[in-house]
């Protein structure tokens, strides 16, 4: 009974796995597919890849994409932090208001906050492209940043500052030399939260865009409409980006732990 | 000695709640001193205020002869020991405690002195490597000591340092704390909710509640001469009694006078008469100053704590009638159901419910063959609010019905003047199968008899704490039975070596010195 | 340390531009049309009546909420066992399932969307499967293939927020439950059903919300022709340029979000209470 119970779940989540990975798989195998069909491999080959790596406009999306995510992470990482700090230590009903709008831009669909944006830029006449791309990229990875950090600062024990303090720190210090190491984790996580948000957005970069700045998502999107299995070749390219990054996140912490446990028990 | 730190009238205000009222304390250098109050009582913020956490609504704390209310605490020659520690998790063992003297940039090779020099005052020599997480409570609270003191500061501030560990290492750490402080020569101010902390450790106590200081004195002070009824309670166990000051050394209570060391009262000013229960002894009951009978018995480990009434609470007797009813059988729809009569207090009519009555007739329907029970789907009655005798009947969805009837009668509670309560209870019904069959039976009997008792100037509930019957419940039959339920009355803890046994009559001996005299509020 | 509230102060000021502002624009614009010269508004509800009044913008908003409803619950239905089935697993493969589960939502829709278009063709891969039972439909361009993307889109959200509050559960109330009598259905419909119902509420917020603005899944698993409220609005801002216009529509979808989760957590909340009243 219990037996086939758990056989039972065990089918049950492998199905749920291949239907999760499926279309990454089939992305990936017909990336490398030698016809231009998207329904039958027709032998190995790399000419998608060949062909990407000629086209301008694609090599010029993964550009874009990447130094938005990298700015983007780089700035909301630290807006986010100094905020997520000083609402820490700000009074419930400002903590209240700060909060209420920060879920804004998470709780809303995205498609409202872009045409918000997109009419927001527009007013004030800036032209469409790179820099609204970033400033809409820094807006909404901010909250995410902000809201991976501070439950790190609401379980800090109260007195680590307090005891920096009393220790002689200044209140610089005491936020460089304790507060900030404690929350490094909530830090990290809300870096590479921001990163992949931004790496992937589509909807919010759709409506602020412009003048031929286009993400990936942008171009996939457009791209659609026609086969096209350079689209392929990117996408399997993006899943090897995303995965190395992961990998690295993950496996970075372990490996220093297990440099620390070396040179401690040496 | 010199004055080291004082504190002038301090106010804090937090949102409108006055947490201190104006405190004013003198501390001097190389004093063991301790903030002893219950949780709230304002003994933290206190110390938080003179760490410089905190600033004071209104007063001036002055330190070494300056006020210091503007200077950060990073500016301050006093370091603390903070609850729970507060140790830097991400630093080990020798980087905590160096945390402070790198701060101030002293050179590396003194900061390695001094930090050895701590760890080997705490005993903890072979633990500079270690990870702080890794340590047990005990040896955390070391390490938050050495990285206080490593700095030399004038005064060592400790919030409940103890309170996150055991019973044996407190009592350890408590011997070490004193050591430590008779070692390094300055002033310690300890916060504790602790007495016994407070009372083995300090050189002077300060006894707070609501934001207020009590008492300030020596722990032999503040523990033989408790200013009032607070300080006496939290302060060791004690016996506290109403009495009358007759005149300089006369004392009444128990409406009897006594001899007593205490004077400077006015002439039959209301006074609390102290004696802690070590002060008491038990003697044959002819001997006694005063006589009761033996309510209680704790073994304490050293003692036992054997607990004397000598006068008894407000208590009320009523009448159990036990009857042989069979339960009502509905054949066809093999049912059983049974209830009984009760008694009702006029006052009880205004707010009678259904489920009341259920509850007071103990109504109940169930399957005979399975033990299941069914609900009772319909009451029905007609009650009005005056003496008088009602039916009730319920009745189940398969037609099984029972009457009984509610007896409305206002002659049923005690009023006790001088305790200022009011006991109320009434006479029952039961047949004697419900009362082998109770589990509890002193609350099945308060239940059945609707007992209960109010404090007549706050109309608050008051405990009944006896409950006295005259019948065997195992073996009980028909017939009429007393059933007593009374309240606390006077009693008197009394710690003694022999065992005495719970009934037993004895008499309580004291000597005029046993007696302290406090103010009455 | 209070000297740090000052590091707020940026923040607000950012926020204060870059979403309250843009928010009040939407707002604007829903009640406003514009006038003959550019910088003249005339406050109006003509925006409105005119989507309430046209029987294919109403079509397009049932069809919205049709295939939103039925993406979530066909979420809840799959997903909920799923979650079961990983909080009861070894804490090892716990970690390892939850991984495995979160790593494609890190990947881009667009990207594993795409995807979709290829395997659901006439002769893809799903339809080469289901010729081998005779069974070979049209697959992509439908209402399925629209409900497929975004159930796979979105279930993951629903599969950790149920998981979250399932092993964030007590697990002495289970013992608690079995040890007064309850058996193992009895346990799970009285203990853990009810106490994992924030959860599944909060899954609900996060699969309901993105379902109901969508718009490139429609787009494109269900052909330039299917025809969302997300698509509307891309379409009004995109191609119409009718800004006043787009504006009330994202109004109107956004109110009509925030009634559904308003009914659902009183839903939740009704059935907690109500529980609570059974035990007195």
């Not at chain 2, 609390?272 to 073994?299: A, M, N, Q, Y």
Request: with cysteine; glycine share 6%.
């Amino acid at each position: 009974m219990k037996q086939s119970k758990k056989i039972g779940s065990k089918i049950y989540m492998a199905i749920m796995i291949i239907f999760f990975y499926l279309p990454i798989i089939y992305t990936i195998i017909f990336s490398f597919n030698s016809s231009r069909s998207l329904t039958k491999f027709g032998g190995f080959s790399l000419q998608w890849y060949q062909k990407m790596f000629h086209d301008s406009t694609m090599m010029q999306s993964i550009f874009y994409t990447i130094v938005i995510a990298l700015l983007a992470t780089l700035v909301s990482t630290i807006a986010g932090t100094i905020t997520a700090i000083g609402l820490s230590k700000s009074n419930r009903i400002l903590k209240g208001i700060v909060e209420q709008i920060n879920d804004l831009p998470i709780m809303n669909p995205e498609i409202v906050t872009g045409i918000g944006l997109l009419m927001f830029f527009s007013a004030l006449g800036v032209k469409k492209g790179f820099m609204t791309l970033l400033l809409a990229h820094i807006m909404f990875c901010i909250p995410y940043v902000i809201l991976s950090v501070t439950p790190k600062l609401r379980s800090l024990d109260p007195n680590l500052a307090d005891a920096a303090l009393d220790l002689g720190a200044t209140p610089w210090q005491a936020l460089v030399k304790v507060i900030v190491p404690q929350i490094m984790p909530g830090i990290v996580s809300g870096a590479l939260i921001a990163f992949t948000m931004s790496f992937d957005d589509f909807i919010i970069s759709y409506f602020v865009t412009g003048n031929g700045v286009n993400n990936i998502s942008i171009l996939v999107y457009t791209m659609s409409k026609r086969i096209n299995p350079s689209i392929n070749a990117l996408s399997s390219i993006i899943i090897v980006i995303i995965t190395v990054v992961l990998l690295l996140v993950n496996i970075i912490p372990i490996l220093k732990q297990k440099k620390e446990k070396t040179k401690y028990e040496a | 000695m010199k004055k080291l730190i004082q504190f002038k009238n301090i106010v804090k205000d937090f949102d409108g709640q006055l947490v201190l009222k104006g405190i004013n304390l003198d501390i001097y250098e190389n004093e063991f001193v301790t903030l002893l109050g219950p949780s709230g009582c304002g003994k933290t913020t206190l110390l938080r205020i003179l760490g410089g956490f905190l600033n004071q609504t209104e007063g001036q704390v002055i330190f070494d002869n300056t006020e210091i209310s503007h200077v950060p605490p990073y500016k301050r020659e006093i370091n603390t020991v903070f609850q729970k520690y507060a140790l830097f998790p991400h630093m080990n063992v020798y980087d905590n405690i160096a945390f402070g003297l790198k701060i101030k940039k002293e050179p590396k090779d003194i900061i390695e002195q001094k930090v050895q020099r701590m760890l080997k005052l705490v005993n903890l020599e072979d633990y500079a490597k270690r990870n702080v997480t890794e340590l047990s409570g005990g040896q955390q609270q070391r390490i938050a000591i050495a990285r206080a003191l490593v700095n030399e500061p004038m005064v060592l501030l400790l919030d409940e340092p103890l309170g996150a560990l055991d019973l044996k290492l407190r009592k350890e750490m408590q011997h070490e704390l004193k050591k430590i402080q008779q070692e390094v020569g300055i002033t310690f101010i300890y916060v504790t909710h602790d007495q016994e902390e407070a009372l083995t450790m300090s050189d002077k106590i300060v006894v707070m509640k609501d934001g207020e200081i009590q008492q300030i004195g020596s722990p032999t002070d503040i523990y033989n001469e408790p200013i009032n009824e607070f300080v006496a309670k939290f302060i060791g166990e004690s016996n506290i009694i109403d009495g009358v000051m007759l005149d300089d050394y006369r004392v009444m209570f128990e409406d009897k006078i006594f001899d007593c060391v205490d004077f400077g009262f006015d002439k039959n000013e209301k006074i609390d008469v102290v004696i802690r229960p070590e002060d008491l002894d038990i003697v044959p009951r002819k001997d006694g100053k005063l006589k009761g009978i033996v309510r209680s018995v704790l073994f304490k480990g050293v003692h036992y704590e054997t607990i004397i009434e000598t006068k008894v609470g407000t208590s009320i007797t009523v009448q159990m009638k036990v009857s042989d009813e069979k339960p009502v059988i509905n054949t066809e729809a093999n049912e059983k159901m049974s209830a009984n009569d009760f008694y009702l207090d006029v006052s009880d009519i205004e707010e009678l419910t259904e489920a009341t009555i259920v509850a007071r007739a103990d109504a109940q329907a169930w399957n005979p063959d399975t033990e299941e029970w069914i609900s009772i789907q319909k009451i029905s009655y007609d009650i009005k609010p005056e003496n008088g005798t009602y039916p009730v009947t319920f009745s189940t969805a398969a037609g099984t019905s029972v009457t009984v009837n509610m007896i409305v009668k206002d002659e049923n509670r005690v009023i006790n003047k001088e305790y200022q309560e009011k006991i109320f209870a009434v006479n029952f019904f039961k047949t004697a199968d419900e009362i082998k069959e109770s589990i509890a039976l002193e609350t099945d009997l308060k239940t059945w008899a609707n007992a209960s008792a109010w404090s007549l100037d706050e109309d608050t509930p008051v405990e009944i704490t006896s409950i006295h019957y005259d019948f065997d419940p195992e073996n009980i039959t028909v017939g009429t039975y007393n059933v007593t339920f009374a309240t606390e009355g006077h009693e008197y803890m009394v710690d003694t070596t022999d065992k005495y046994e719970v009934g037993d009559e004895v008499g309580l001996m004291f000597q005029p010195q046993d007696i302290h005299i406090m103010k009455k509020g | 340390m209070k000297q740090f509230k000052n590091m707020t102060y940026p923040y607000i000021l950012w926020i204060s531009i870059m979403i309250v502002v843009p928010m009040f624009m939407i707002l604007m614009y829903a009640f406003t049309k514009h006038g003959n010269d550019v910088a003249t508004f005339w406050f109006t509800f003509e925006n409105f009546t005119r989507f309430f009044s046209d029987i294919i913008f109403i079509n397009v908003l049932k069809q919205s909420l049709y295939i939103a409803i039925i993406t979530t619950i066909l979420c809840i239905l799959l997903g909920y066992p799923a979650a079961y089935i990983i909080a009861n697993a070894k804490e090892k493969n716990k970690v390892f399932l939850i991984l495995l589960i979160t790593f494609p939502t890190w990947i881009n829709m667009l990207v594993r969307t795409y995807a979709w278009m290829g395997i659901l063709q006439d002769n893809g891969i799903l339809n080469n499967i289901l010729s081998l039972f005779g069974l070979q439909t049209k697959l992509l361009h439908t209402d399925f293939a629209v409900i497929l993307g975004m159930v796979y889109n979105f279930i993951p959200f629903m599969i950790l927020q149920i998981h979250t509050s399932l092993t964030k559960m007590d697990k002495s109330l289970l013992e608690a439950a079995s040890d007064l009598g309850a058996d193992k259905l009895q346990c799970f419909l009285k203990v853990t059903f009810p106490l994992s119902l924030p959860g599944v509420i909060s899954g609900i917020t996060l699969v309901f919300l993105p379902a109901m603005s969508s718009f490139f899944i429609p787009k494109l698993l269900g052909g330039g022709q299917y025809v969302l409220i997300g698509n509307v609005i891309e379409s009004q801002f995109l191609t119409a340029g009718n800004w006043n216009f787009g504006s009330a529509i994202s109004l109107i979808m956004a109110i009509i979000i925030m009634i559904s989760m308003y009914i659902t957590k009183k839903i939740e909340i009704r059935n907690s209470t109500g529980k609570g009243k059974i035990l007195h």
